[in-house]
């Protein structure tokens, strides 16, 4: 149960990176006043958690029935990944009043997407759990110890997510302007990965 609980963290530390979601964070939601950065990284946190759960129990039955492999999965939400990427190297400014920007704040909600999906619960962190599910048949409370796991990394990326607002004092507005750009090209480099890993895989 040790070397299940060990592996299970690991895999899905490695896999989600609370670290590496900083600057994502800071990126996304860095001008955006902190009582919503925390809403923002809460909501996040969930879905995220939810939907790794779901998938832990009705992932595998649900993409055999709908004949989705994981390989199609990992490509699809490179494309989304790479939506986000062109936006941040950019930097697209459509809306020239402080209301209209409010209001857009207000209507975009990063919580759902990109965040939670596919930058926490995305492609590799679902093929994960599943995996892991099947792991865990063959040993007592093993289902119990993959979640527990997977609840400790997702509060690990919550609590991440929450410093972030110290970080981006810490950066200043040129220092997260240029984070943004930097970031938007690993994004867009991590989200060509997920593409060819899943051309990859279905060749």
């Known amino acids: 149960m040790i070397e299940l609980f060990l592996k299970s963290f690991l895999t899905l530390f490695v896999v989600m990176d609370p670290v590496g979601l900083v600057p994502v964070f800071l990126a996304l939601a860095g001008d955006r006043p902190p009582k919503k950065q925390a809403q923002i990284a809460g909501r996040a946190v969930l879905v995220a958690g939810g939907l790794l759960v779901a998938f832990f129990f009705f992932g595998r039955g649900l993409l055999a029935h709908l004949g989705i492999s994981l390989e199609a999965l990992r490509i699809a939400g490179g494309i989304l990944l790479f939506r986000i ?83 981006r004092r810490a950066l200043g507005r040129t220092g997260v302007n240029v984070v943004t750009r930097v970031l938007g090209l690993l994004l867009a480099a991590l989200a060509v990965q997920y593409v060819a890993d899943g051309v990859k895989g279905l060749l």
């Open 85 to 167: 990427a062109t936006e941040m190297v950019f930097a697209h400014h459509e809306r020239e009043t402080e209301e209209e920007k409010d209001e857009a704040l207000v209507r975009a909600d990063i919580s759902v997407f990109p965040l939670a999906i596919p930058l926490i619960a995305g492609p590799g962190a679902l093929a994960s759990v599943l995996i892991l599910g099947g792991e865990a048949r063959g040993v007592v409370g093993g289902w119990a110890v993959v979640l527990f796991s997977a609840f400790l990394v997702l509060l690990l990326a919550y609590l991440f997510l929450r410093a972030a607002s110290g970080i």
